[in-house]
């Protein structure tokens, strides 16, 4: 299997720490990059400024709650672009309201997903959405 490139977009700390250790405990070392705002994400993804060099990731783990633009606004921003719409794109999120899980389906989400809150669930589905789309389904190459 080829290691791909993932980008955590996450606010929470505590979040984005236990989700890096999942993913970093998966036989393969696959690079992950990290934004804490769903503007910063943007930028990520546009290639601007700070993040003008950036690999394009394979795969997207969003989440809805985040501060200056929100996970269903930077969705909808990717699946609007043309050069970012087939990545695929995972909400790893603590939301379980019904508008959320619509919104992010409506807006082109490839699945959504409920962080579950005792540690060690949590950090099962992080080890299952990786081994999902790196061992199982096949991506695109950016």
Known sequence: MTPIHILLVEDNEGDI????EALSDGKILNQVSVVRDGHEAILFLGKVG???????????????????KNGHEVLKW??????????????????STDRDILLSYQYHANCYVTKPVELD??????ANIENFWVHIVKLPKT
């Open 17 to 20: 720490l236990l989700t890096t």
């Open 50 to 68: 700070a993040f003008a060099n950036v690999e394009t990731p394979d795969l997207v783990l969003l989440d809805v709650n985040l501060p200056k």
């Open 78 to 95: 990717i699946k609007t672009h043309e050069t970012l719409k087939q990545i695929p794109v995972v909400m790893l999120t603590t939301s």
């Open 121 to 126: 669930n949590f950090m099962e589905v992080v």
